[in-house]
T-cell receptor
């Protein structure tokens, strides 16, 4: 059974810092991996999608990498801003097109 | 990215009544829609997978007679919580996909049963 783990569970940083969120998964038979952002009481916003054949994706200040063989992904946020404060979720898509989610990393960027 | 609209965003109902939540993909045809439940400070728990024109597939432990799912078209899926009780109070979120592609999520529905 696929298990997705995110480390750290919570992170507090001063504004302007670069930071890395980690995601690991136990079964490398995935179609893709997505990073999402969730604000309190809201739905999920898709940040980046990495196909299983890709190594990384970039969007603005965000960069996500994927090492499928080792079951790891990282989300790099450059020059963090208070508006980046949210819960970040990673999810892998497996057979049946289902997403398996990690528990999330709660990020707080202090101004 | 694509837009998925979920309605209502918030609903309060009396115990014993039924509540319907709608999930619409506004700018693409969703072959599959998923329904999740999220408890406070926890991640999303998949409840069921809904394919257009066929019966929903429920995850283990989810009562299909209590959580009725209908996926009548490629742009609309509905979740009906029947005979709701306070323990059904939760945050419900839908997502839509066109095959094995990026998943897009609705805004979520906060259900409170009093």
């Amino acid at each position: 059974k696929q298990e997705v783990t995110q480390i750290p569970a919570a992170l507090s940083v001063p504004e302007g810092e670069n930071l890395v969120l980690n995601c690991s998964f136990t079964d490398s038979a995935i179609y893709n991996l997505q990073w999402f952002r969730q604000d309190p009481g809201k739905g999920l916003t898709s940040l980046l999608l990495i196909q299983s054949s890709q190594r990384e994706q970039t969007s603005g200040r965000l960069n996500a990498s994927l090492d499928k063989s080792s079951g790891r992904s990282t989300l790099y946020i450059a020059a963090s801003q208070p508006g980046d404060s949210a819960t970040y979720l990673c999810a892998v898509m497996e057979y049946g097109n289902k997403l398996v989610f990690g528990a999330g990393t709660i990020l707080r960027v202090k101004s | 990215g694509a837009v998925v609209s979920q309605h209502p965003s918030r609903v309060i109902c009396k115990s014993g009544t039924s509540v319907k939540i709608e999930c619409r993909s506004l700018d693409f045809q969703a072959t599959t829609m998923f329904w999740y439940r999220q408890f406070p400070k926890q991640s999303l728990m998949l409840m069921a997978t809904s394919n257009e024109g066929s019966k929903a597939t429920y995850e283990q432990g989810v009562e299909k007679d209590k959580f009725l799912i209908n996926h009548a078209s490629l742009t609309l899926s509905t979740l009906t919580v029947t005979s709701a009780h306070p323990e059904d109070s939760s945050f419900y979120i839908c997502s839509a996909q066109a095959g094995r592609t990026e998943a897009f999520f609705g805004q979520g529905t906060r259900l409170t049963v009093v």
